[in-house]
């Protein structure tokens, strides 16, 4: 039985961080095993340029510990009114990676989002010029489509189309949930999609079943275990085409445990953590430094990284919950001891 795994330090392709007095919580729990994290711009004043987001990274830079190496890689925020100008301003922006595609309504602070995608034809022309990749929540927001088909739908109707019309775009499909996501990404070429805990760890019986569980609420919503068995064979399969993103989304607890709570798993308290526990359970523990540490900055065409960290096999509880905004904030899975940690160093 392996005890103790090192790895290249890994990466995270998609993270929330906030802004304001939680980035004081958010930001040194990404920083202890992350080298380098692709930010999401969908905050309460969306990261629609590069100037915002320029400011946006120094204050997470200010927000990180001291002595840390953590590199934000900032993105923008699409909109109605994003201009091809806007893309070739951020594809000439060194710290600028990537633009995410938010359908307007589809979660938190998605209201700027995109309302009619066919219109984004200039956008993604520019991007796919410029070589800025496209991160999509590929998810519709038809109130007759049932919640459980929204990713399904997205790709048929709208990410088919978009992948058909740009072939030199590369493209990620975020927090990939479902059987015909998995089949869609390995259809396709310059197609990736990443993968997270809460989504390969747990099916939506874990959010439903007995009782409503408000912190196992995240969108794209769990979904069935025929689904979640897709995503543990795509994640252990060594296809380069999956890696890791964990998704990991603060909320305070009063903003999740009420009459209609926020969408959102908050578990960058242990995201490798977890990783490490699912790839264990399907005997791939050899596979985990590449899911994590290689195939994101591959696609991103950006170089490895270049230090370590050791996992060991040890049992611990993450705690209740940790401050935030002078409020609670409730860490994932934190009633479940959590199987590996992060070995400190010397």
Known sequence: MTTKLTITKPDDWHLHLRDGDALNTTVAFSARQFQ???????????????????????????ASPSGSSFQPLMTLYLTDNTSANDIQQASLCEHIYAAKLYPAGATTNSSNGVTDINKLTDVLHAMQKHRLPLLVHAEVTDSDIDIFDREQVFIDRHLSFIRRQFPELRIVLEHATTQQAIAFVNAHDNTAATLTPQHL????????????????????????????????????????????????????????????GCAGC???????????EVFE????????EAFSSFYGADFYQLPRNKEKITLVKTLWQAPASFPMNDQALIPFRQDIALQWAVQASD
Do not use: W
């Open 36 to 62: 380098r994290a692709i930010v999401m711009p969908n905050l309460a004043q969306p990261i629609i340029n590069t100037e915002l987001a320029l400011a946006y990274r120094q204050r997470i830079l200010h």
């Open 201 to 260: 760890l747990l099916n939506r019986n874990d959010l439903l079943a007995g009782g409503i569980r408000p912190h196992n609420y995240c969108l794209p919503i769990l979904k069935r275990e025929s689904h979640r068995q897709a995503l543990l064979q795509a994640a252990t399969s060594g296809n380069p085409k999956f890696f890791l993103g964990t998704d990991s989304a603060p909320h305070t607890m009063q903003a999740k445990e009420t009459a209609c």
């Open 266 to 276: 908050f578990t960058a308290h242990a995201a490798i953590e977890l990783y490490a």
């Open 281 to 288: 359970s399907e005997n791939a523990l050899d596979k985990l």
